[in-house]
Structures are given as structure tokens and as C-alpha cells.
């Protein structure tokens, strides 16, 4: 069975500064929400704001951007 993992927009913020990206978790909410960050969605209701990081699109986009020899993403 297929799984659709997810993460906190705080463990998305540590995984991204383990390859070197100062950023804050607002920093990545906000991202997520104006669609510049594509590794998630954000949810608006009377309640505030719901976020979904996609682990498989955030390793992704890491790969992508990432620089150095080794490009293989460690295990989460």
C-alpha cells in the first residue's frame, strides 16, 4: 500500500538546514501559502492555517537545488 507521508512545517525547516538553508519555519509556511515553495499546500479556514508538506516533493526539490558531490538525500 502507497502512503502519502508528510511532515511538520518545523521538521520540513530542520531537513532544509541540514543541507546548509537558513530559513525559519514562518519563513516556510509562507512560502508554502504564496506558492513559492511547490513542496506543499496550505489550508484556510475560520481556524488559521493547516499545512501539508509533502516529504517526496521536499526531497525533490532539495535534490534539485542541492550542490556538492554527494546528492543523496539521507534517510528521514
Same mark, same amino acid.
Given at each position: 500500500? #502507497? ?6 512545517? +518545523? /521538521?520540513?525547516? +530542520? *531537513?532544509? *538546514?541540514?543541507? @546548509?538553508?537558513?530559513?525559519?519555519? #514562518?519563513?516556510?509556511?509562507?512560502? =508554502? /501559502? /504564496?506558492? =513559492?515553495?511547490?513542496? @506543499? ?6 481556524? @488559521? ?10 526531497? *525533490?526539490? =532539495? +535534490? +534539485?537545488?542541492?550542490? @556538492? ?8
Amino acid at each position: 500500500m #502507497q502512503t502519502i507521508e508528510t511532515l511538520t512545517t +518545523e /521538521q520540513a525547516t +530542520e *531537513r532544509l *538546514r541540514s543541507f @546548509g538553508m537558513a530559513i525559519s519555519p #514562518q519563513a516556510v509556511r509562507d512560502g =508554502i /501559502q /504564496q506558492k =513559492i515553495f511547490p513542496f @506543499g499546500d496550505c489550508i484556510v479556514s475560520d481556524r @488559521g492555517r493547516k499545512f501539508l508538506v509533502y516529504r517526496v516533493m521536499l526531497d *525533490r526539490w =532539495i +535534490e +534539485e537545488r542541492a550542490s @556538492g558531490d554527494d546528492h543523496d538525500l539521507p534517510p528521514y
